[in-house]
């Protein structure tokens, strides 16, 4: 499973959410290549993506996609993110 995070210049909150993301997979007991990203190189790295976490002023600039693009309203609140990424691969 891969898993995008996307943020403005791909080494911020981009990076927050990957090592949230990798700590919380890492407690589900799922196993997921997590990808931390910019809003402008996302033709190459979103292709196979199943799941993209962002904020949500890059929704819209992520476009037409196969993934289910999973907003986070706090970067650093890990039970948001477990239970949103829960809902979305469960």
Not at 22 to 48: F, N, Q
Not at 67 to 76: G, P
Request: charged letters at 25%; proline letters at 0%.
């Amino acid at each position: 499973m891969k898993i995008v995070t996307i943020c403005g210049a791909g080494i911020g909150s981009s990076g927050i959410l990957k090592v949230n993301a990798e700590r919380v997979l890492k407690r589900l007991d799922i196993e997921a290549d997590v990808t931390a990203a910019d809003i402008g190189s996302l033709a190459g790295v979103i292709d196979d993506a199943q799941v993209i976490l962002t904020s949500a002023e890059f929704v819209e600039a992520i476009g037409r996609t196969y993934a289910d693009v999973i907003v986070i309203e706090n970067h650093f609140d890990t039970r948001e993110l477990s239970e949103k990424l829960e809902r979305a691969l469960g």
